[in-house]
């Protein structure tokens, strides 16, 4: 269990001494600090399984039986509830607000080993935190089972007009019902209040699972806020919490170990590991019979205003069976967003998605936009239906995304822009420096898959380095070019190793406007290998044959690249590199810095170094 003890500081007064005595001079502002340090001693209370709530509760000795009647007498701010070890089925409400000074603070007395169980109870929540600010809750176990009571089941609820409000290192596993929420961060009871400041650290979040046919869903951490206005939910700090298995009760249930759903702003997911997040799999599966739908870590977009200042970085997630949904997902109206250093493997479909044209998340098809994907490691992301194409990387409908400096190997596909809705557009994408290998179908791909669906326009793909993909032959290659427009490929390494295709270009419709160039291309098979490009449903017999008849890649070059050391996935160039100097320095046809962040000399290196 986790303790955190409260520290109390001496006050010490400044003596000045003049004419053999001591002068004391005051000001409002030490007036006002001492006042804050005298009030952070606040009153000490004490719980106890062998306790009476008749007892003052002020000592061990004359501890109360119940939190509940600690958290009622708690009112003032610095005052503290001190539980000692044991099994508490209580339900409590934390309704007291404390100052930034002096919080209201619920912890287990002297690192023993605390749990509050509302199993069975009449209400859906074992904590709830309603419209109280300046709080803290550290070190309990908490459990909520409300399988079976017909109701929702939730371990900790944060909601109304909250302020500054802290859970740190609890444990919060078996809650069970429903719908079934570990942490629940809830925007709909107050649609005038604020959640902001809150701050939701180092818990450990498990054995969370819904039972209900409806859909209500399972959820390890849950921010929630409807709001088509103003956002309720006005800064979240969620880091360093541990959520591991999830398991949806139901094929209409989703599944997400982080969802931050609806409006909000300035909010971080930081350094929380996510595991084991599982959609409903039936004992028996029938062809009606859904796939499991599950996700780690879930954005979505529902509201007319939208999420915006949203970070999700430094994150892991890995272990999870997710059906048809993704690892990480930003979907609908989320305007602003940073998504980097993660890492994603080990998963059942897509690893990173920026989705935009899902009307069943947003009405009107508003897009994730206007952010950056960077510094993201994804591998191992293999996708079970449709044929397996499951991209490491993938924006699909998104626009006026960055992803750079990526690695993702391993996967069905690298990394992928397309648009599935039809009538959407992903545009304003650029791609640079990532680095793609050793995946199974294709390495860098963009388009919409076919003629019914979306397009891909108006976007950049420049020093990318692509190495040894299609590992499995079926033919998608380094660069796979389906319906687009308006879009320039630059400045790239494609290298097939012992694979054939470098380019397959198989647009359902002719594709306008694309423009590649001053890219390096090699196989070793040589220049001459007649299954090495084809361009617009056309192959070539060679590398001049597909720039003559192509008209492209004019001044591109068929060469190795001679990286450092592929065995240890080194790409950095060795010297005597046909691709050092070999780039353009056009605008927006490469990227001025390098995969190591190094500002690129020019003309610039091909690939991303």
Not at 134 to 161: R, Y
Not at 368 to 375: K, Y
Not at 509 to 522: A, R, S
Request: with cysteine.
């Amino acid at each position: 269990m986790f303790t955190i003890l409260p520290h109390f500081g001496k006050s010490r007064e400044t003596r000045r001494w003049r004419r053999g005595r001591a002068q004391r001079r005051w000001n409002p502002a030490r007036l006002e600090v001492l006042e804050d340090r005298l009030a952070l001693s606040g009153t000490s209370y004490y719980v106890a399984v062998s306790g009476n709530d008749h007892n003052n509760g002020m000592s061990p000795g004359h501890a109360f039986a119940t939190i509940q009647q600690g958290l009622d007498k708690a009112t003032k701010p610095g005052d503290v509830v001190y539980v000692e070890g044991g099994t508490y089925n209580e339900q409590l409400t934390l309704t007291s607000s404390g100052t930034s000074q002096n919080p209201i603070t619920l912890t287990n007395y002297n690192g023993e080993h605390v749990v509050v169980n509302g199993s069975g109870l009449s209400d859906d929540t074992a904590i709830d935190i309603y419209s109280a600010s300046f709080v803290s809750i550290s070190g309990l176990e908490i459990e909520n089972d409300q399988n079976g009571q017909g109701q929702d089941a939730e371990g900790v609820t944060i909601e109304g007009n909250a302020s500054h409000v802290t859970l740190s290192d609890d444990v919060i596993q078996d809650v069970k019902g429903q719908g079934a929420y570990g942490i629940f961060v809830n925007g709909t009871i107050d649609t005038k209040g604020t959640l902001s400041n809150l701050n939701i650290t180092g818990n450990q979040v498990s054995g969370i699972e819904s039972n209900d046919s409806g859909g209500a869903g399972t959820y390890g951490i849950y921010l929630y806020d409807p709001t088509n206005g103003t956002p309720n939910i006005t800064g979240a700090s969620v880091t360093a919490n541990q959520v591991y298995n999830l398991n949806a009760g139901n094929a209409n249930d989703d599944c997400s170990g982080l969802r931050v759903e609806g409006a909000a702003s300035n909010v971080t997911l930081a350094n929380n590991v996510i595991y084991e997040v599982n959609g409903y799999v039936p004992a028996k599966k029938g062809k009606n019979i859904p796939a499991p739908e599950a996700m780690g870590i879930t954005i979505y977009g529902t509201s007319t205003t939208a999420v915006s200042k949203l970070t999700i970085t430094q994150n892991q997630i890995f272990n999870c069976n997710l059906g048809e949904s993704e690892a990480l997902t930003l979907n609908g109206n989320i305007d602003g967003f940073q998504v980097t250093n993660n890492l994603v493997r080990d998963v059942t479909n897509i690893g990173i998605d920026c989705i935009g044209g899902d009307t069943s998340i947003n009405s009107k098809g508003i897009p994730a936009r206007n952010g950056t994907v960077s510094g993201n490691t994804v591998y191992n992301a293999h996708s079970s239906y449709g044929g397996g194409y499951a991209a490491g990387i993938y924006v699909d409908g998104g626009q006026n995304i960055v992803l750079t400096d990526n690695i993702t190997h391993d996967n069905d596909i690298g990394l992928e822009v397309g648009a599935e809705n039809r009538g959407v557009t992903a545009s304003g994408i650029t791609v640079s420096d990532n680095l793609i290998y050793h995946n199974a179908k294709a390495g860098l791909a963009f388009g919409g898959y076919q003629a019914s669906v979306g397009r891909v326009s108006n976007c950049y793909f420049v020093n990318n380095t692509v190495y040894g993909n299609d590992t499995l032959g079926v033919g998608d290659g380094q660069l796979w070019i389906q319906d687009a427009s308006n879009c320039v490929v630059a400045n790239n390494i494609f290298d097939a190793v012992g694979n054939e295709v470098l380019i397959a270009s198989y647009p359902d419709v002719t594709n306008t406007n694309i423009q590649l160039g001053y890219n390096l291309y090699y196989t070793p098979l040589g220049a001459n290998d007649a299954s090495a490009f084809t361009w617009n449903n056309n192959s070539y017999s060679s590398f001049t044959a597909y720039q003559h008849g192509s008209h492209q890649d004019a001044h591109s070059l068929f060469a190795s690249p001679k990286f450092v050391n592929t065995a240890n996935a080194n790409f950095a160039l060795a010297a005597g590199s046909p691709a050092l100097g070999a780039g353009t320095s056009k605008s927006l046809w490469y990227a001025p810095q390098n995969f190591n962040g190094q500002t690129r000399p020019l003309p610039p290196n091909l690939g991303a170094y």
